[in-house]
């Protein structure tokens, strides 16, 4: 059974930094690409950042330079490290793992940046 498991989420105050992680079990981790979306309040589901098997990672426009995606193999899990936080960053962050037509979602974890 595939189990991806978001923790890090919190309320942050705007300038903040957060470090979310996921924690995937049931998978081989490591041909898996693996991304962060987040969903804010009456929005869709928008992609945050993904990391592949090899090449570099990608970002959203909105999020590039202020976020950094890493995975660690042997741990088989994926950071999503948040850096100078905005109030329009508020969502529901969740992890994605994705290999050709599979995908897996994690349950989620909330951010809030807010003072």
């Known amino acids: 059974q595939v189990q991806l498991v978001e923790s890090g989420g919190g309320l942050v105050q705007p300038g903040g930094s957060l470090r979310l992680s996921c924690a995937a079990s049931g998978i081989i981790f490591r041909i898996y690409a693996m991304g962060w979306y987040r969903q804010a309040p009456g929005k869709q589901r928008e992609m945050v950042a993904r990391?592949?098997?090899?090449?570099?990672?990608n970002y959203a426009d909105s999020v590039r330079g202020r976020f950094t995606i890493s995975r660690d193999n042997a741990k088989n899990t994926v950071y999503l490290q948040m850096n100078s936080l905005k109030p329009e960053d508020t969502a529901v962050y969740y992890c994605?793992?994705?290999?050709?037509?599979?995908?897996?979602w994690g349950q989620g974890t909330t951010v809030t940046v807010s003072s």
């Open positions: 990391t592949f098997v090899g090449g570099s990672p």
């Open positions: 994605n793992a994705a290999r050709g037509g599979e995908g897996y």
